[in-house]
Structures are given as structure tokens and as C-alpha cells.
């Protein structure tokens, strides 16, 4: 991967910021650390829960044929053989001899240019690695010296239930996707709801996967969250079905604020044997162009496998036509952590301003933002002023997520708010105590501008709705 000094600048000053300000913490830190798995911290689980509501609003609420699921973490084993990861969901490995770093030998293919199938055997990777070894160094100590590739199962095992037996024999996993969920409660969809082909049903929670070699943040984690939607269709829509899905996710992420040319289609050139087109979103990170969604046509393998390992007929009869058959699958796969980092890449910006100053600030789309509205008193020390402010903060709060910061001085607050992506910052002064007017504050331009308070509420929904800041009142600042 070419990473130049300022792309690694932007990723170091993401994670240091996502650190700093309370989104993103390292797991069990003061144990040392728990490689691969991160925590949410207060401003990150809002960034969290507003792209999660971005999803389903999209997904589920607009949409008049696609459901919602919170389907268990824990399933019966037989799922996962069925689904084929028991056997094939594994990732080629290499060691460094020298520093012993741990490497997916895909990767290291793929920056040299060579794409390895996801079907291959241990044998066949082990061959086609042999032949372009010699020119790949390890990224970390820039030696040339591998072992033998080995596949490793991304499966995680639990120790669940079943006291008396060898759990090791008839082992319960976390689950590895969130789709088998989706898959297995088909059936029970169908029959509960007023759904029929083509019918979509989406779901958002955690998977767990052993990845080998888990690096770039929460690019790629041990413990993530995914926010899938699968859509049953019959054999003869699927293409067109397949089509219209790449449309509207693209068409998702441009209205979720992210730009255009930080988008581009990856057409996957290995398909596994079921599967009849796959289609990559790529996000333009930091560290470059990397998958962040993947859009699948899976045919109807996944109904065709769990009704064979399960002996439940899942077939379906068509009430106009009564053609039946195996419904077909098409996916929308996406994690949060990734569109987080996407996100968050897309609205990091460093600002020079007047006199030598920065200013770091995180310009989210409006919807997105963790916090909408920060309130501070102008002197912390005027109680009336204070009393005041807490009393437009404690309206406000019942409509938004809202933070009351009266702690050092005015210039300190901005920049935290900053920091955090704060829409908006409320000033409350002395003319506020007069007529009930305040100093509103634009996040983007540093705008300011005086607004009755009694309008606060209907100022700040239009600005989320995407109203221009300044179409509220004259610029004073
Ligand atoms: N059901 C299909 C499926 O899971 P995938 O390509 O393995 O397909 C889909 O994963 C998406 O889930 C990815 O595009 C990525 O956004 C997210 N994802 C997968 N593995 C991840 C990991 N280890 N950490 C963070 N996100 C991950």
C-alpha cells in the first residue's frame, strides 16, 4: 500500500483526535490493550447511532418491502456449516521470518499486483505465492524472508452451554455475519408479515471475525458492527433487482454527505462459485481507495443450502403465477466502524486561520453531527447569565443532543466544539438578559449571527434539514 508521509498524517491525526475528544478508545487500555477491538466513547456511540439511524431510515422506513430483524448473535452450529464458513471462511497467512509480523498473503498479492482467488486451497496459494515471493518485502522491516502460507478460520468459537461434552467437538460460534440471521428467519418473515417477493429484510449488529492481521483502526476489527439488508427475489428479477440496489447505495452515500470523487465501483473479478455479479463501494481513506460496502448477488445458494442442512422446504410460490422456486439473494453489506472512519475522514479538516492559528474541525453533515447545539454563558461568573443559558440549554435538550459548557474561556469552547463536530454554539450575554436574543455560531464558517431565542428550536431543525446557516440572520462576525 503507498502510503505517503500526509495520508499517514491524516490517519495519525484521526485516531489522536478520535482518542482525544471521546469517540473512539482502545479496548481494556489500562490492561495493556486488546489488539484489534475498540470501544465507543461518548461522541463516538452518537456518531454511531445517527449513521445506524442514517441506514435504517434509508433502509427500512422509506422503503415500503423491506423489514427490520434483530436476529440472535448465538445460532445453532449447523448454520455455519451450511453457509460454508465452517469449511471456507479462512484467510491465508504468512510470517515474517525476520520480525514476525503477521500478513494476509492476499494482501501482500494484491500490492503486488496479483489478485489471489478466495476459493484457492492451501496448496494452490502456497504455489501461486512461491512465484511472485521474491519481490514482496514485509512493510514492517522490509525483509524477504516468508514461511509456508497457511489458511486460518475466521470463525470464533464460544464456550457455550453443553456442560458435559467436549464443547470442542460441536462448537458454538459468534456469529461471523449478521445475514444467517436474516437467512434462517426467512421463513418466519414471511409467514408474520404482510411481505411477498420481492421482499427485503434488513438488520444492524455484531459480528466476529479472527481477523489475521487486523490493522488501520476501526478499518477492520475482531468485534464489529455490520448493517446488512438481504432481498429475496425470484431467479428472473435478481440481475434488475441487483441493478437498482447499486444505484440507490450509491445514491445513499452521496446524500450521507460523502463526496463523489471519494467513491468508486470495485467489480470483483474472482467470484465465489455461487455468487453471479459482486460489486464493491470503495471509500477514498486515508491509507487509500479500500472496500467500504459490498453488494452481492448470491443467487439462491444461501436458501438452497440452509433448507438442505435443516430439511425445511424453503421454497416459495409465486400466488399470481404459482411458479415456485428458491428465492434468490441479493445483499447490501456494510460495517459501521468502516462507514465511521469514512465519515469521520471525509469531515476532518484543518483550518489555518488568522495569526498563525489552526483550527481542527470536524465538519459532519448536519445529520450525522454527535452534537447539534452547544450552549455557554459568556461569563461563567454572572450567575444570571448562567442561569439563563441552563434554562435555553435545558429546552433545547428535550429536542437535541445539546452540551452546556461554561469552562474557560469562549475561544477554548469553540474550539472543543470544534473538535467535536458541533453544529452550532449558543452565546448567552448580556443583551440576552435585555431581549431575549442570543449569538448563534456556525461550525463551518465561524459565522455569527443574533437570533431570538424563542426561534432557537425551529432555526436548528432547519439547519439539520440543510438550510444555509446565514439565511437565519445578518452576519454580525
Ligand atoms: N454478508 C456479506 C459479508 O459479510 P463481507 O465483505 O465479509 O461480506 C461486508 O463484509 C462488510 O462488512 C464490509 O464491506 C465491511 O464494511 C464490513 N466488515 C467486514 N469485515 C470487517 C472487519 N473485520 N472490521 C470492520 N468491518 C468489517
Redesign the pocket.
Given at each position: 500500500m503507498a502510503e505517503n508521509k500526509q495520508t499517514k498524517d491524516k490517519m495519525q491525526q484521526i485516531i489522536s483526535l478520535c482518542k482525544r475528544r471521546g469517540f473512539v478508545f482502545p479496548s481494556s487500555e489500562i490492561y495493556g490493550g486488546f489488539s484489534a477491538v475498540y470501544d465507543l466513547g461518548p461522541y463516538g456511540v452518537e456518531l454511531a447511532n445517527n449513521i445506524k439511524a442514517a441506514w435504517w431510515k434509508a433502509m427500512v422506513q422509506e422503503r415500503e418491502n423491506i423489514v427490520g430483524l434483530d436476529s440472535a448473535i448465538f445460532m445453532h452450529s449447523k448454520i455455519w456449516e451450511a453457509s460454508g464458513h465452517v469449511g471456507g471462511f479462512a484467510d491465508p497467512l504468512t510470517e515474517c521470518k525476520k520480525c514476525n509480523s503477521r500478513l494476509r498473503v492476499d494482501h501482500l498479492l494484491e500490492e503486488a499486483g496479483v489478485m489471489a482467488d478466495e476459493k484457492m486451497t492451501e496448496d494452490e496459494i502456497n504455489k501461486l505465492f512461491d512465484e511472485h515471493k521474491s519481490k514482496i518485502k514485509c512493510p514492517s522491516c522490509g525483509k524477504n524472508d516468508w514461511t509456508k502460507v497457511k489458511k486460518f478460520n475466521l470463525l470464533v468459537k464460544a464456550n457455550l452451554g453443553n456442560f458435559t461434552e467436549d464443547w470442542s467437538r460441536d462448537p458454538v460460534y459468534l456469529r461471523g455475519?449478521?445475514?444467517q440471521g436474516i437467512y434462517v428467519n426467512y421463513l418466519n418473515v414471511l409467514n408474520s408479515s404482510r411481505v411477498q417477493i420481492p421482499f427485503g429484510i434488513a438488520q444492524i449488529g455484531k459480528?466476529f471475525?479472527n481477523?489475521v492481521t487486523?490493522r488501520q483502526f476501526?478499518?477492520?476489527?475482531?468485534e464489529?458492527e455490520?448493517m446488512?439488508m438481504q432481498y429475496f427475489c425470484s431467479p428472473n428479477q435478481e440481475m434488475e433487482e441487483y441493478e437498482k440496489l447499486r444505484q440507490s447505495r450509491w445514491q445513499y452515500y452521496l446524500n450521507l454527505g460523502i463526496s463523489e470523487k471519494n467513491l468508486k465501483w470495485h467489480k470483483h473479478e474472482n467470484l465465489v462459485f455461487y455468487a453471479k455479479e459482486a460489486y464493491?463501494i470503495e471509500y477514498n481513506f486515508p491509507f487509500g481507495f479500500k472496500?467500504?460496502?459490498?453488494i452481492?448477488a448470491r443467487s439462491d445458494y444461501d436458501l438452497s443450502q440452509h433448507s438442505k442442512f435443516s430439511g425445511v422446504a424453503l421454497d416459495y410460490t409465486d400466488p399470481e403465477t404459482k411458479e415456485k422456486y428458491i428465492p434468490h439473494i441479493i445483499?447490501s453489506?456494510?460495517?459501521v466502524?468502516?462507514t465511521m472512519l469514512a465519515v469521520l475522514t471525509e469531515a476532518f479538516v484543518e483550518e489555518q486561520l488568522e495569526k498563525g492559528e489552526t483550527r481542527i474541525v470536524l465538519k459532519f453533515p448536519a445529520k450525522l453531527a454527535p452534537i447539534k447545539a452547544a450552549i455557554f454563558p459568556l461569563l461563567a461568573n454572572k450567575p444570571e447569565l448562567v442561569e439563563k443559558a441552563r434554562s435555553i440549554f435545558n429546552e433545547l435538550k428535550k429536542d437535541f443532543m445539546c452540551e452546556f459548557d461554561d469552562s474557560g474561556n469562549i475561544g477554548k469552547r469553540y474550539r472543543r466544539q470544534d473538535e467535536i463536530g458541533t453544529l452550532v454554539a449558543l452565546t448567552c450575554d448580556f443583551e440576552t438578559l435585555e431581549n431575549n436574543t442570543i449569538t448563534l455560531r456556525d461550525r463551518d464558517t465561524m459565522a455569527q449571527i443574533r437570533v431570538d431565542v424563542a426561534k432557537i428550536k425551529e432555526i436548528l431543525e432547519k439547519i439539520i434539514e440543510g438550510e444555509q446557516f446565514l439565511s437565519f440572520g445578518k452576519k454580525i462576525k
Open positions: 455475519e449478521t445475514c459480528a471475525r481477523e487486523a476501526i478499518f477492520r476489527t475482531r464489529f455490520q446488512e464493491d472496500e467500504l460496502e459490498g452481492h445483499e453489506s456494510v460495517g466502524g468502516r
